[in-house]
């Protein structure tokens, strides 16, 4: 009686008195093929416009234990090469199940079918991974409708879901830690780091429950914060009005144009050391007259008198001390254009 081939793997099944002389290599061939089935990985090229038959040993010796011979044993493929065309990959009529990985490039399709059965098969991205079986006459996506991943993918722009926990942990590039979370008890602001759009600036923003929340910035031992560029505050426009009002916090850096004689309203939302500036500019008319509020301190308990002429400025520098507005300087009778 001739020896016999089993379904699945085709292995040799050797009939009482077969092969002589040769049975123990045929036994040692069934052994590499089980050793394929159960671990074996191959890569293929598969470049080209033309359908790829793997290759099947069902029958001669795999004498120097490669998988090259075999390619349609193995549990893990990876087809590889420049696609210049849709393609096939086919198998013989084997039943079991194969983790693909298509590793080829171009904008191709690649389909993984049975030998005679293309129809049955199933396309595999291009850059993705797919965990399918064949019953030799179909190949099926083990994944594919079930609500679960159907590909496995080298996701290089990752999303969070939800809140990613890292309190005491830290971000790094696998030696050195770049930016580490400490969480605070009972935590309410936070950080809102936000992007934008052409010609305008990315936003790191204080948010939370909390109504008026700053930014601190604290550095260790006896370093500075350095600033590679300018760091500078825009020149905001107070609106002119019998009593002109000033926010020290929103607009530390202003100026603002007279037009009839003025009160100048203490600021608000200072904070203790904080400087703070002032242009104020004569209409074209000038001769209009700022009256200041008890607030602002000047040298001498004297406050200033503006210069008279249209379209002129005064320029004043102030320091808070937590309760008044302290002159640091002035300069008066500026031209300004």
């Known amino acids: 009686m001739p020896s016999t081939f089993t379904s699945r793997l085709k292995l040799e099944r050797q009939a009482s008195g077969e092969n002589s002389g040769n049975w123990g290599n045929l036994v040692n061939y069934v052994f590499n ?3 394929s089935t159960v671990r074996g990985y191959v890569s293929i090229d598969v470049a080209g416009s033309a359908n790829v038959t793997l290759t099947s040993n069902n029958s001669t010796l795999n004498t120097d234990d490669s998988t090259t011979d075999d390619q349609v044993h193995n549990k893990v493929i990876e087809l590889t090469g420049a696609l210049t065309g849709d393609i096939y990959v086919f198998t013989d009529a084997v039943e079991g199940e194969y983790i693909i990985f298509n590793n080829t490039s171009g904008s191709q399709t690649l389909t993984f079918s049975n030998t005679g059965h293309a129809a049955n098969g199933v396309a595999v991205t291009q850059g993705t991974k797919k965990l399918l079986y064949t019953t030799g006459t179909n190949v099926v996506d083990v994944f594919a409708g079930s609500g679960l ?8 722009t990752p999303q969070l879901g939800g809140q990613l926990d890292v309190n005491g942990n830290a971000i790094g590039n696998g030696t050195e830690e770049l930016i580490k979370f400490v969480e605070t008890g009972s935590a309410v ?5 936000t ?12 948010t939370g429950d909390d109504t008026n929340i700053g930014i601190d910035l604290t550095t260790k031992g006896t370093g500075f914060i ?3 560029d300018a760091a500078y505050n825009p020149e905001a426009t107070l609106t002119d009005a019998a009593t002109i009002t000033w926010d020290a916090q929103a607009a530390p850096v202003a100026k603002v144009t007279l037009t009839d004689n003025r009160t100048m309203g203490a600021p608000s939302n200072g904070a203790a050391g904080q400087f703070i500036s002032l242009l104020v500019i004569q209409d074209a008319g000038g001769t209009n007259t700022l009256t200041w509020n008890a607030v602002y301190e000047f040298a001498s308990d004297t406050a200033p008198t503006l210069t008279a002429t249209g379209d002129l400025g ?7 001390n937590g309760t008044k507005w302290l002159e640091v300087g002035r300069n008066l009778a500026l031209t300004l254009s």
């Not at 602001?189 to 780091?193: A, K």
């Not at 992007?195 to 204080?206: D, E, M, R, V, W």
């Open 189 to 193: 602001n936070e950080f809102t780091i």
């Open 314 to 320: 005064d320029l004043f520098v102030f320091r808070y």
């Open 33 to 35: 093929r089980i050793d």
């Open 195 to 206: 992007n934008n759009a052409t010609g305008s600036n990315p936003i790191l923003s204080a």
């Open 149 to 156: 991943l159907s590909e496995v993918v080298e996701d290089t």
């Open 226 to 228: 350095k600033f590679n």
